[in-house]
């Protein structure tokens, strides 16, 4: 069975940095493009940050570019999440996704991604 499992979260207070781990089991996601996306209470699920199968190129919504670092250690076969200056917008569960694309593009749309974890929660404090 595939499973995608995040790691990492919790409460912080605002300027903060947290750094959000994800781990498949069940198979490998070598040639897999990644993806991070959040939910916020009463909000869809929206697209924060991803990387295509190599690690070589990435995209962020905006709101977190500069602030955010997708990133990805083939060896460890784990996906990480590098959160700096974090502001209570940032608050919400997050949750890791892999889409087979194999060796495709990094992609920002839910619709393209096959397995998902059961997210992890962040809570930012003003």
């Known amino acids: 069975q595939v499973q995608l499992v995040e790691s990492g979260g919790g409460l912080v207070q605002a300027g903060g940095s947290l750094r959000l781990s994800c781990k498949p089991s069940?198979?490998?996601?070598?040639?897999?493009?990644m993806g991070w996306f959040r939910q916020a209470p009463g909000k869809e699920r929206e697209f924060v940050a991803t990387i295509n199968w190599s690690g070589d190129t990435t995209a962020y919504v905006g709101s977190v570019k500069g602030r955010f670092t997708i990133s990805r250690d083939k060896a460890k076969n784990t996906l990480y999440l590098q959160m700096n200056s974090l502001k209570p917008e940032d608050t919400a569960v997050y949750y890791c996704?892999?889409?087979?694309?194999?060796?495709?593009?990094?992609?920002?749309?839910?619709?393209?991604?096959?397995?998902w974890g059961q997210g992890t929660q962040v809570t930012v404090s003003s």
């Open positions: 996704a892999a889409g087979n694309l194999f060796r495709g593009p990094p992609v920002s749309s839910k619709n393209e991604y096959d397995y």
């Open positions: 069940g198979r490998t996601f070598s040639s897999y493009t």
